[in-house]
């Protein structure tokens, strides 16, 4: 797979082609540039670890929404076995832009539960661009209540601009799709843990978003509202997007530091699309240890502890 | 209440114990904005700032929303010692602070929601209402604090939780603290859920955003004022997203009722009436003593 490079990554891009460059005059040429070839790489390795080590939260939002960003299905592909996918809200459709289904993570069985996006023009149509409607998330409600009954944890996966807005998805209620959700994942009782893969994209993450741990990826974003749509209402310029990506302050690590995220899952160099199974162990690792806390504590416990993380979220004075 | 009494000044107590005056109209005379009739403004105060000529609903501000809900001196407020702060010195053409300062002075309100304990029709309630002029009703930290201190008084009086919504969503200039509100607020209702207490939503113009797809859409009664903007997401958005022109009538109240969102609209001049009459209904008490609706309409 050749890499897409972002424009803040034009260096490195320019370096990798002349990598290749050199690579094929290699192969016809006689001369020995292995050692060139090699030079430029540890050269390309330096300049990546230098661009990424003070990336600009506008540039965390666009490697977030990088167009080979690993999904929630390649996620599943990497670390669950006999994932069997489940459709449908039983009452309207199939919503393509969350998946969900029964799992079996390092044997023992989960629920999982995502945005899903497309990669290719037809299918990122067929998935809403990521953007659920009502039913997609009634759908991942019906499955949560599900892993409750069988007892089984609830992992999800978000990465998505937003709910969708549309006027189906109003006429059917998104509203309270979202709010319904919020209101079941307080107070479900069996262990749940939220990873932002990607975008998280306000009310629409949020509404599979409620857990025991909400866990990020390094070069993933949360945030109220886009950083484009907040600079048009308050710059009243969506071109100041970087300016109110800055000021939300969307991305992991700075999530993390205000407390309103538990852990941050270090990305593999220049970002989780370089290398897949890189980015599924890094989640692995971590998704263990925090479940394997979560399942040591009885249910009682587990619910007031999730209950009273939330009241504390805010910051006012008294 | 009689109408004449329903002029007089407020005479709610706040827990600082100090009264308010009503703000004073500009001119005894105003327009209304959809049918343009002149009217006379202490005949559009009786009304509860419903035109009397074509049963426009006006928006109205929360304190005087509660006074008009509330049985007459009985209201005492929740949460006023929960104020906000700039915990992320936001910054965007101008200072979330100076915004909050602004915002201050403009209403004479802390934040955007401001919550009592009273009764309506002699039976309890928390009552809540959004002030959509302090900085859109946007809800942040403190509105989802009052919110939540409202619930639990509720909850543990065990009487009705009832929130009069008028919100653009959450608050941009509080970042993801405004994202998480929605889930806090969600959950505290939860609780009463689970122990049986009420909780009416009434949505009023407009509720959106995040406001709507959270606690307004959890009441186990929703009801909405006549023709109130109700929805998700804007219409602008919509209309970006589509490409095409909204129907009329798209995201108001009649069209929730309509789609099975909302229970019932209710015309402003009758909530007081209506709502204590579910609210007995659900609590199990005795049917309140109302008086006819025709004092006003009269």
């Excluded at chain 1, 094929?24 to 390309?44: H, T």
């Excluded at chain 1, 089984?152 to 006027?167: C, Q, R």
């Excluded at chain 1, 909400?214 to 070069?219: G, T």
Aim: aromatic share 6%; glycine share 8%.
């Amino acid at each position: 797979m050749s890499l897409n490079f972002l424009e803040f990554e034009r260096p490195i891009a320019e370096l990798e082609a002349k990598i290749d460059e050199l690579r094929y005059v290699g192969d016809d040429a006689d001369v020995n540039i292995s050692e060139e070839i090699a030079r430029l790489q540890a050269k390309s390795r330096q300049l990546t670890e230098q661009i990424f080590s003070s990336l600009t939260p506008w540039q965390i939002a666009q490697l977030a929404r990088h167009p080979q960003r690993p999904y929630t299905l390649d996620y599943a592909e990497r670390l669950f076995t006999d994932f069997e996918e489940l459709h449908g809200d039983r009452s309207f459709a199939d919503d393509p832009a969350i998946v969900g289904g029964l799992a079996r993570y390092r044997g023992e069985p989960v629920m999982v539960i995502g945005q899903q996006k497309g990669r290719d023009t037809r299918e990122k149509i067929r998935r809403n661009f990521g953007m659920p409607r009502p039913e997609g998330y009634r759908k991942a409600e019906r499955l949560m209540e599900m892993a409750e009954r069988f007892r089984m944890p609830v992992l999800t996966f978000i990465d998505t601009p937003g709910a969708y807005p549309g006027v189906d998805a109003e006429e059917r209620g998104q509203s309270e799709a979202i709010a319904h959700n919020l209101q079941v994942m307080s107070r479900l009782r069996t262990p749940i843990v939220c990873t932002v893969i990607g975008e998280g994209g306000s009310g629409g993450a949020l509404a599979i978003g409620v857990g025991d741990r909400v866990l990020m990826l390094q070069y993933s974003t949360y945030s109220v509202i886009s950083p484009e749509g907040c600079a048009s209402i308050l710059w009243k310029d969506s071109e100041q997007a970087p300016a109110a990506a800055e000021a939300m302050g969307i991305n992991a690590e700075r999530l993390r530091e205000l407390g309103l995220v538990d852990e941050v899952i270090t990305e593999p160099l220049g970002g989780v699309h370089r290398d897949w199974s890189a980015a599924a162990q890094a989640l692995d690792g971590v998704l263990h240890e925090q479940l394997t806390a979560l399942r040591a504590l009885s249910t009682e416990d587990l619910v007031a502890q999730r209950y009273e993380r939330l009241m504390g979220l805010g910051r006012f004075r008294e | 209440m009689s109408w004449f009494e329903k002029l007089m000044p407020s005479r709610i107590r706040t827990e600082a114990g100090g009264s308010r005056t009503r703000s004073i109209p500009e001119g005894l005379w105003t327009k209304c904005e959809e049918c343009t009739a002149v009217l006379y403004r202490p005949e559009l105060e009786r009304h509860l700032e419903v035109c009397p000529k074509c049963g426009h609903h006006m928006r109205i501000g929360a304190r005087r929303r509660l006074e008009w809900f509330l049985d007459e001196d009985s209201g005492s407020e929740i949460g006023t010692d929960v104020t906000p702060v700039d915990i992320l010195r936001f910054r965007d053409s101008k200072k979330y602070k100076d915004r909050l300062v602004q915002a201050q002075k403009n209403t004479g309100e802390k934040d955007a929601l401001i919550a009592m304990s009273g009764t309506v029709h002699e039976v309890p309630v928390v009552a809540a209402a959004f002030e959509f002029s302090f900085m859109g009703g946007s809800m942040g930290s403190v509105v989802g604090e009052r919110f939540v201190r409202a619930a639990n008084a509720a909850l543990e009086s065990r009487s009705a939780l009832v929130c009069f919504t008028a919100s653009g969503g959450a608050r941009m200039q509080e970042a993801l603290f405004s994202l998480m509100q929605m889930a806090k607020t969600s959950a505290v209702l939860a609780r009463l859920r689970e122990a049986g207490v009420p909780f009416i939503s009434v949505l009023t113009d407009p509720t959106t955003g995040g406001v709507s797809a959270s606690f307004a859409m959890l009441g186990d009664v929703n009801v909405a004022e006549p023709k109130a903007l109700i929805g998700f997401a804007g219409p602008r958005v919509i209309e970006q997203t589509v490409r095409e022109t909204l129907p009329e009538g798209f995201q108001r109240s009649e069209f929730l009722l309509e789609h099975g969102v909302v229970d019932a609209i209710i015309d402003r001049r009758d909530m007081r009436e209506r709502l204590a009459r579910i609210i007995a209904m659900l609590n199990g008490r005795a049917a309140p003593a109302v008086q006819p609706q025709a004092a006003i309409e009269g």
